[in-house]
Antibody
Framework: EVQVVESGGGLVQPGGSLRLSCAASQFPVSNNYMTWVRQAPGKGLEWVSLIYSGGTTYYADSVKGRFTISRDNSKNTLYLQMNSLRAEDTAVYYC???????????????WGQGTLVTVSS | DIQMTQSPSSLSASVGDRVTITCRASQSISSYLNWFQQEPGKAPRLLIYAASSLKSGVPSRFSGSGNGTDFTLTISSLQPEDFATYYCQQSYSTPITFGQGTRLEIK
């Protein structure tokens, strides 16, 4: 069964750093687009970052220059390195596979359960 | 950036009702539109991709239509498990954007 499992969330002070992990099963992250989406408490979904199978990366303006998406093909794991964290980064962070279906490769078809990041002093 | 606007923001309906949720893009996105369902405390679940293609395993009471800037998600006969929040998402270009969500509640 295709599955992704996030980990690494927690409480961090403003200005601090955190690295999220997303372990994938039954498909290779190296051959797929992968993405991070977040959801602040009681709010809607916000796209954060995406990595192509070829390694090209994209970021939302709200995190550009602070967050870095990467992957370790040997561990079949996706990462999100988050630096200079702010209170407004507080959210549940979801990892998802971004599949190519129909005419787009931005179809988020399998999601993890999410990991909560709280930025507070 | 492409703005996605859903209407209504919330909706009350009864089991067995037919409901329609609308999503409008700020510019043409052809059929690059996906729909998600999110139950409280759970991850989003893909229902429909490319505006009208049903993901495998999703009940046939869900359907999508539209092209260009205007799209709809229709649930033909509401079931108890359908009361949740629904989001549209444009998959045309980055930054990828979502609608603000439509909360479907039991009347």
């Amino acid at each position: 069964e295709v599955q992704v499992v996030e980990s690494g969330g927690g409480l961090v002070q403003p200005g601090g750093s955190l690295r999220l992990s997303c372990a994938a099963s039954q498909f290779p992250v190296s051959n797929n687009y992968m993405t991070w989406v977040r959801q602040a408490p009681g709010k809607g979904l916000e796209w954060v970052s995406l990595i192509y199978s070829g390694g090209t990366t994209y970021y939302a303006d709200s995190v550009k220059g602070r967050f870095t998406i990467s992957r370790d093909n040997s561990k079949n794991t996706l990462y999100l390195q988050m630096n200079s964290l702010r209170a407004e980064d507080t959210a549940v962070y979801y990892c998802a596979r971004s599949d190519c279906r129909g005419n787009s490769c931005y179809v988020f078809d399998y999601w993890g359960q999410g990991t909560l990041v709280t930025v507070s002093s | 950036d492409i703005q996605m606007t859903q209407s209504p923001s919330s909706l009350s309906a009864s089991v067995g009702d037919r409901v329609t949720i609308t999503c409008r893009a700020s510019q043409s996105i052809s059929s690059y539109l996906n729909w998600f369902q999110q139950e409280p405390g759970k991850a989003p679940r893909l229902l429909i991709y490319a505006a009208s293609s049903l993901k495998s395993g999703v009940p046939s009471r869900f359907s999508g239509s539209g092209n260009g800037t205007d799209f709809t998600l229709t649930i033909s006969s509401l079931q108890p498990e359908d009361f949740a929040t629904y989001y549209c998402q444009q998959s045309y270009s980055t930054p990828i954007t979502f609608g603000q969500g439509t909360r479907l509640e039991i009347k």
